[in-house]
């Protein structure tokens, strides 16, 4: 049988019809796994939660935080603890410089700020969901700094959804060569706040018009509390201000730099050496009869630990027994004062016995630490006329007694310095033999600092506060450090 033309053609009509209907049903089958795949992704999204359930998947999550800004450093290396629980968990990562001194006080940043974290929260339940994060930045200055900038966020579940609660930036810059903690007046000339106010007064209005908040000014305003979070960089010095300060909350904290350039006349040439303004309040804190290892390095970790000095008249038996101590008041720039060989009323003792518990003491202190006493203390507060003779140093008493040997409680240290009405000028005496008194200094010393105190030695104290010279053999006594006698 031949077949025409037309009923090929309605052969290849049917068979193409039939490659349709098959296509169409393959194309249904595939819309139809489609919008199945994208309602369960949907679906996913709308129930799922952004953060963590256990310790496993915390750490991915805080995986993901340090990758978010995964920048090189530029000093050191770094160091992560992650940490999960319930309700609070942390995940810190901090630099490791390599610098023992730094690498300690960075350590204590890191153990303040958890402990801060966990006081701050302490009221939370097992229902709740709340964790830390920390990153950190560092920079290297050819003047003599490194730099550290943490950057912390605290996050709350919400709706499943790991929300910001608060931000924070912490700025601290450390000395290059002795790793010790860099103040404000160690950086700057005096006054710097007034050339950042205009500075940065002009910079915000020139870049941020549009973003700026209400009430902007107070935080650019020529204010001890303003310009308090820098560091130093290879190019100028980095500023820091706080989310919602200056601009629009929702840009989050800002910085902005001002070069070394811009900044000469303002910032010292020698950052790293100490500095004090004579204009300020300032008081001398005082330690005798030490060293003794456990009580005097406790003392010197907070002194350290705040980039603070004080006095230490230390009896020249203690020295012997212990001259690695004395060593190290030495090398943290404290001043290092006689308090006799073994602590007798030296009024009681011939010319020749006094020059002895002298001699003897500065002997013990040239071997521990390189040098001789600069000041000294009689025992007991009497001095005379031999102790004018033989002391070959400025001869301290003091103007406020803790009377810490009675009591032996930190309570009633604190107590007895925090009831001085005014503390400018003042000479606190102390002792570094108890365990108490280290305490209290823990708690003095930054709230001497917080109350806008500068911390010197007894020599700076004389110096910079009474415009004196310090004079070997004179006495300066309880009557001397009073600004209003």
């Excluded at 009923?7 to 009509?13: A, Q, S, W």
């Excluded at 049903?25 to 799922?48: G, H, N």
């Excluded at 992560?80 to 968990?89: D, F, I, K, M």
């Excluded at 200094?441 to 911390?455: A, F, H, I, N, R």
Aim: with cysteine; glycine share 6%.
């Amino acid at each position: 049988m031949v077949e025409t033309n037309a009923e090929t053609r309605k052969v290849n009509r049917m068979q193409q019809q039939q490659k349709k209907k098959k296509l169409h049903k393959i194309l249904a089958v595939l819309l139809i796994i489609v919008c199945v795949i994208a309602a369960i992704v949907i679906v996913a999204a709308l129930f799922s939660s952004d953060g963590y359930k256990d310790e496993k998947s915390f750490k991915a999550y805080a995986s993901s935080f340090f990758k978010e800004i995964d920048e090189p450093k530029g000093v050191g290396s770094a160091k992560e603890v992650v940490e999960y629980g319930t309700p609070l968990s942390t995940a810190m990562e901090y630099p490791v410089v390599g610098q023992e001194v730094t690498d300690t006080y960075i350590n204590g940043i890191v153990k303040d700020l958890r402990t801060q974290f966990a006081e701050a929260h302490k009221k939370a339940t097992d229902k709740d969901k709340i964790a830390m994060l920390m990153d950190y930045d560092t920079y290297k200055s050819d003047l003599g700094a490194v730099g550290v900038v943490f950057s912390q966020e605290q996050r709350a579940e919400k709706e499943r959804q790991m929300q910001t609660v608060s931000s924070n930036v912490y700025t601290y810059n450390f000395s290059s060569a002795t790793g010790r903690p860099l103040t404000a007046i160690q950086i700057f000339n005096p006054g710097y706040r007034s050339f950042c106010s205009q500075y940065f007064n002009k910079y915000f209005q020139d870049k941020y018009k549009d973003k700026l908040v209400k009430g902007y000014e107070k935080a650019l305003a020529d204010s001890e509390e303003n310009f308090n979070k820098f560091v130093l960089t290879d190019s100028g010095v980095k500023f820091y201000f706080d989310a919602g300060s200056v601009i629009n909350a929702e840009e989050g904290s800002i910085s902005a730099e001002i070069s070394y350039k811009d900044l000469k006349g303002t910032i010292r040439e020698q950052i790293a050496t100490r500095a004090i303004d004579p204009s300020k309040p300032m008081v001398a804190l005082t330690y005798d009869d030490g060293p003794l290892p456990k009580s005097s390095n406790r003392i010197l970790d907070c002194l350290q630990k705040y980039g603070v000095v004080a006095t230490f008249f230390e009896l020249g038996q203690n020295v012997s027994m212990y001259p690695e101590v004395v060593k190290r008041e030495a090398e943290l720039g404290m001043e290092v004062g006689s308090h006799s060989w073994s602590h007798p009323n030296l009024k009681k003792l011939s010319d020749k016995k006094v020059k002895e518990q002298i001699d003897k003491t500065n002997e013990a202190l040239k071997k521990a630490c390189g040098q001789t006493s600069s000041v000294f203390r009689p025992p007991y507060g009497n001095s005379s006329k031999a102790v004018e003779k033989y002391a070959k140093a400025p001869i301290i008493l003091w103007s406020v007694d803790t009377l810490d040997w009675k009591s032996r409680k930190a309570k009633s240290v604190i107590k007895v310095v925090k009831g001085v009405k005014n503390l400018d000028g003042r000479v606190i005496l102390m002792h570094s033999i108890y365990d108490s008194t280290a305490e209290a200094t823990e708690k003095l010393v930054p709230w001497l600092l917080e109350s806008g105190y500068q911390l010197v030695t007894v020599s700076e104290l004389l110096q910079y506060k009474y415009n004196e010279t310090p004079k070997n053999g004179k006495l300066y006594g309880y009557g001397y450090f009073y600004l209003n006698k």
